[in-house]
Each structure stands twice: as C-alpha cells, then as structure tokens.
C-alpha cells in the first residue's frame, strides 16, 4: 500500500503569545509500496518531526496521511519505529526485548518465544540471547531494536538515524544486512538520515527538504542496480548533485536570522 503525504504541515510555539516556529509547510509525497526511500537536510529543517508525524507521536497542524488510500488508522495499519539511541529495555534480555511487541499484541508465551528465537538466530544474535543490553556492543544493539521492530510485521518501517552513532565498520556492516532483510521482505522503509553515502546505499529515492519551514527541495532518484559499489562513478554522480543540493540548503540558511526563523501572529 502507497503512503501519502498530504499538504503536511506543522508549527511549534504559542500562537496566543503571538510567536509560533514553522518547521515544515506544505510536505507532499507519496512513498510506493515497497520502496526504500531516504531523506536528508541539514540539521533542525524538520526531518525527525515529518518522521514522528507519520508514525503518530506527533500531530500535524495541516495536512493528512494516507495509507493504501485511506485516512491513517494506527490501531491496524502496523508502524515500525526504529530510534537512533536503540531504546532498548535495560532490565530486558535480548530475547526478552525483541518479543516485547508480540506481548503487547497478546501472542501465547510459548509461540512469541519461538518467533523471538528465529529472529534471534537470523540476526547473528545467537549466543546473547540472554545477555542484557549493557552487554551488547552498539552494532548488536541495534539488531536487537530492528529485530524487535520487524517481528510484528510492519508494513512500513520509519528508521530515524539508525546507524548514526556506530563506527564507520559496523555501520557499512549493518547498511549491508538491512538491505538484505528489505530484499527478502520489501516493508516500504522511510529512513532519515545525514550521510549522503548512506542514502546513495541504500535507496530507491533521495527526498531532500529544504530549510526550515521545510519543504521538499528536491527529489532524487536512486536508478542503480544493487548491490551498489559506493566508489562507483554512478554512487559518485549522485552523491554530488545531492550534496550540491545539501550546499544550496545551506546558503540559504545561511542568509536567515534566527529570528527570521519565528513568525508573529499578530500585524
């Protein structure tokens, strides 16, 4: 089913005190079934709050959402969010963390238990499933937090910054297993990001967003076979017209005042 992204707007700020921020404005995009598709900005356009919107932790002050044609309903239409800082319960085990949404959705002990186990196995985690947390180097905790997201079978999966604090190693390493997984299940993935490269990895489109109050800036699309040689001439061409991008954003941004940023209600 395609997303939609309608007219998505959103403010912060107190319009009765005559301030308000404008973070995004007028966001229309639709992400097709299956697809794989990355977005980037400089910091603070607005990228993580267009992804808490879709997801349902944050309220759009305009605009709708609309998946397989129909107004969003997050009771059933299954939702993964995989944060950057993994979130996993300290006083969980490994196995115990990744079942956690098998629980909440009532599963019987005995079935979430084997379930966890497969994808125990299948992500290299074998050996530490009753290690806590605390015990698992950074790239493992992150296979925790997506195995626990992907085990109740999203039909989109929103990443935010998933791999940013890894070292460069672990993060190509775990770059490579995602598109693994994505190959073999096809969930549509929205994937925000700062690295260029990764998103020249990994997707199908580029969105870029523009300063804030964000727009879409640019779209890019992401036509070259995989598995991607991210030294290629190809991942080299796109990398630059998206970074050209990336540099224009900030131009402009440099040109505006922080207090160019507020805007107020009253005249």
């Avoid at 808490?52 to 129909?70: M, P, V």
């Avoid at 999966?157 to 770059?175: A, I, K, W």
């Avoid at 598109?179 to 990001?193: C, G, Y």
């Avoid at 941004?253 to 160019?260: A, H």
């Amino acid at each position: 089913m395609n997303l939609e992204l309608k007219g998505i707007c959103k403010t912060f700020g107190n319009e009765e005190k005559g301030r308000i921020l404008p973070v995004l404005e007028d966001i229309h995009y639709t992400v097709g079934e299956g697809r794989f598709v990355s977005i980037v900005g400089l910091s603070g356009c607005g990228k993580t709050t267009l992804l808490r919107i879709i997801a349902g932790l944050e309220k759009a002050t305009k605009g709708e959402i609309l998946f397989g044609g129909n107004k969003i309903d997050y009771g059933k239409n299954l939702i993964g969010l995989v944060f950057q800082e993994y979130a996993l319960f300290p006083w969980r085990t490994t196995i115990q963390n990744i079942q956690i949404g098998l629980e909440i959705l009532g599963m019987p002990k005995k079935e979430r238990l084997s379930a966890a186990m497969e994808y125990v196995n299948a992500f290299g985690l074998s050996g530490f499933e009753n290690s806590y947390p605390h015990e698992l180097s950074g790239g493992m905790q992150q296979r925790v937090a997506i195995a626990r997201t992907l085990i109740v079978k999203p039909r989109l999966v929103l990443m935010d910054e998933p791999f940013g604090s890894l070292d460069s190693l672990t993060r190509n390493e775990l770059q490579e297993f995602l598109l693994q997984l994505w190959e073999k299940r096809r969930e549509s993935i929205i994937f925000v990001t700062h690295n260029v490269d990764e998103a020249v990895f990994l997707s199908d489109e580029i969105v870029v967003l523009s300063k804030r109050p964000a727009r879409i800036a640019k779209l890019f699309k992401v036509d070259a076979p995989r598995p991607r040689d991210p030294t290629s001439q190809e991942s080299n061409a796109i990398k630059r017209v998206v970074l050209q991008e990336l540099a224009e954003q900030k131009m402009h941004q440099g040109r505006t005042s922080p207090q160019d940023n507020f805007q107020t209600t009253q005249s």
